[in-house]
């Protein structure tokens, strides 16, 4: 009788999982959808209100969009003591029974998709994150299971709504194992399997089987060639530390501002407004600045200076009230970082060196492998995305050496978990820059 129930209860989580990602695959699409469409509100229809100003319409969009956006996540998620993003989604799944309120998938793709399309430097695929949770749970709530189970749905929502939004299922498998739960499990990976296999077939219904990279033809050299990557893994270490540092920096600082309810998102706004104006660049997802990369077509001397703005745009969205992910800017944090070390290396080592497109791939390695304290995830998303197995190897040496100087600085701590350490929801210390707060 006992194993009667078990396989019951099995047979209808594995439903339960399917249809999760039939509604994550579907909540991706929407979420693609909207960010397009705001994207097209904010630059021609609500531009165009200001075309009397000249080019200082672009720096009135970025102002209108975030403060929109921070005052709409004030009066939604901030006044009934809610959060939003991925850092949320691992708290209700380490400290709380798994249940998330009904409303706050919707209220991210709002917030998200307005604030990516009106010019924020953040991605979609962060807010995905969350919203697919939010569906996971909210089915599981429908269904009235326990706890442990609404966390397991929770987490295979977050896992479709990545794969599907991202058109990499098993990246999105092991980012909700790895990143998440925090759990290498067979059952837990044939659940988040379904979901996500699901998701990505919904998606591809509606967008197509594109891979974001593409780079079939992309190859490496010989093997001194290796040592290299290893360098680029290092360098990308320790752009990210640079990079988390100032995310956090930002977001603890600025939104304790007595001010930042309205002054603070209208200064953000105008400095992504001037970005507009003079280096777009490092606005929105920034997928244009990567193909750029791969046609080798940005200047060395330029490299140094986006990547550098485009931490502190990211930066400025994130603390100044702006809703979005660090997906996106990360792939173009390493897709700047491989051009680069691609062509310094080109200059002396290129009787050993394979192909361009190689070093964009294993940049994008480094840093998310860095940022998400996920060097599997990594390496399986950007084989992934690059639609390319041939050069895991160059991949796996920059995720692992990007690996170790994170855990220099920050321990084994992701970009999301350093606040649940400062609030010691996780035990993990990370002694160079950040300390646990008071708050528990």
């Known amino acids: 009788m006992e194993f009667k129930n078990l396989r019951i209860k099995e047979l209808k989580l594995t439903l339960l999982c399917i249809i999760i990602g039939v509604f994550s ?22 531009k165009q209100w200001f075309s009397f100003t000249g080019r200082i319409s672009n720096l009135i969009i970025p102002i209108i969009g975030l403060l929109i956006v921070s005052t709409f996540i004030r009066y939604t998620l901030e006044r009934n003591n809610q959060k939003h993003g991925v850092t949320e ?9 798994g249940k998330i309120p009904y409303y706050i998938a919707p209220v991210e793709a709002i917030a998200s998709s307005l604030c990516i399309g009106s010019g924020g430097s953040v991605g979609p695929e962060g807010p995905m994150v969350q919203i697919g949770a939010g569906v996971g749970s909210s089915i599981g709530q429908i269904f009235k299971i326990s706890s442990d189970e609404l966390k397991l749905l929770a987490a295979a929502g977050a896992s479709g709504g990545l794969s599907a939004i991202f058109n990499a299922p098993l990246a999105g498998i092991f980012f909700a194992m790895e990143a998440l739960v925090k759990k290498l499990h067979c059952k837990i990976f044939f659940y988040f399997a379904l979901s996500s296999i699901t998701a990505t077939q919904i998606y591809r219904l509606f967008y197509g089987n594109k891979h974001l990279l593409n780079i079939t ?4 050299g010989s093997w001194q060639e290796l040592f290299i990557f ?19 920096t930002a977001e603890s600082k600025l939104k304790g501002l007595a001010f930042h309810s309205v002054l603070s998102p209208m200064a953000g706004g105008a400095i992504l407004g001037l970005f507009a104006l003079y280096l777009p660049h490092v606005l929105g997802e920034g997928y244009e600045t990567i193909a750029t990369t791969l046609k080798n077509n940005i200047p060395m001397e330029i490299i140094l200076l986006i990547i550098i703005l485009k931490i502190f745009a990211t930066s400025i969205t994130l603390g100044t009230g702006g809703s979005g992910g660090v997906f996106a800017p990360s792939l173009v944090l390493g897709a700047l970082l491989g051009s680069g070390i691609s062509n310094f290396a080109a200059n002396f080592f290129s009787n050993i060196m394979g192909s361009h497109e190689t070093y964009i791939a294993a940049g994008i ?19 992934e995305l690059a639609n390319n197995y041939e050069i895991a190897l160059p991949l796996m040496v920059a995720s692992v050496s990007a690996s170790y100087i994170n855990n220099l600085f920050f321990k084994e701590c992701s970009i999301y978990e350093i606040d649940l350490v400062k609030n010691g929801i996780r035990d993990k210390e990370t002694e160079y820059f950040f300390r646990k707060s008071s708050v528990s």
């Open 89 to 97: 989604v691992i708290r209700v799944l380490n400290k709380r029974d």
């Open 217 to 220: 033809e992309a190859f490496w």
């Open 230 to 248: 290893l360098m680029l893994g290092i360098f990308g270490g320790i752009i990210v530390t640079v990079f988390i540092f100032s995310v956090n």
């Open 25 to 46: 695959g579907l909540s991706a699409v929407i979420f693609r959808w909207m960010v397009q469409s705001f994207h097209n509100l904010m630059w021609k229809e609500v």
């Open 365 to 383: 390695t480094a840093v998310l492998s860095s940022v998400f304290s996920a060097p599997i995830t990594a390496v399986i998303m950007v084989i």
